[in-house]
């Protein structure tokens, strides 16, 4: 039973244009939520994150929102670039982002072309 | 400043062996985890370390064990490997009470 779904194995952008990747979550227990970006050979990179009780959260180029009554977040990347590229994995849990375990999901490969 | 190191980076055992991997938090971060990435999947949580004592644990047999040093290092070890242990086995390290993880390159085992 996966608690935290990421629906969208793949997603290719062209360069310049926004990227939007979601993830859905099962678990209402949960608040906070992060986004990794993870590249071969590498262990995942922190890129940004949010607590439940906020519902928009910006880093630059990196938005994440997040929907609660859907049980629903986005990151959005605005613009995309080829170094952009990598593996995005959603993480959620249920005591702040270091005291607790981490559920992730699966993962989408974003693929930014030039 | 280093960030979080994982020794060794690729590891190839029998099934039936042990295995003991390696991590070094990053300098100021006193709370390890483990977590299993097996191909095609996010990372799993195994377990976490504070002040030496195990804090939480997921869903992971007893043959998964580990240790955290006075230094804050930690090993995770593995008992009677299985084929299915095949995965990237990644650590990272937080301060407690601040959000965040930071995450080594991972061990890269595989039991053939």
């Known amino acids: 039973d996966q608690q935290v779904k990421q629906n969208s194995p793949s997603l290719s952008v062209q360069e310049g244009r926004i990227s939007i990747l979601n993830c859905d979550y099962t678990n209402s227990m949960f608040d906070y939520f992060l986004w990794y970006k993870k590249y071969p050979a590498e262990g995942p990179t922190f890129l940004i994150s949010i607590s439940s009780i906020k519902d928009k959260n910006e880093d630059g180029r990196f938005t994440v929102f997040l929907n609660k009554s859907a049980k629903h977040l986005s990151l959005h990347i605005v613009p995309s670039q080829p170094g952009d590229s990598a593996v995005y994995f959603c993480?959620?849990?249920?005591?702040?982002?270091?005291?607790?375990?981490?559920?992730f999901g699966k993962g989408t490969k974003l693929s930014v072309k030039p | 400043d280093a960030g979080v190191t994982q020794s060794p980076t690729h590891l190839i055992k029998t099934r039936g062996q042990q295995v003991t991997l390696r991590c070094s938090p990053k300098s100021g971060h006193d709370t390890v985890s483990w977590y299993q990435q097996a191909l095609g999947q996010g990372p799993q949580f195994i377990f976490q370390?504070?002040?030496?004592?195990?804090?939480q644990r997921g869903n992971f047999p007893d043959r998964f064990s580990g240790h955290q040093f006075p230094n804050y290092s930690s090993e995770l070890n593995v008992n009677a490997l299985l084929l299915g242990d095949s995965a990237l086995y990644l650590c990272?390290?937080?301060?407690?009470?601040?959000?965040?993880?930071?995450f080594g390159s991972g061990t890269r085992l595989t039991v053939v």
């Open positions: 370390y504070y002040e030496e004592e195990e804090r």
């Open positions: 993480a959620a849990s249920e005591e702040g982002g270091s005291q607790g375990n981490l559920i």
């Open positions: 990272a390290s937080s301060e407690t009470g601040y959000g965040g993880y930071t």
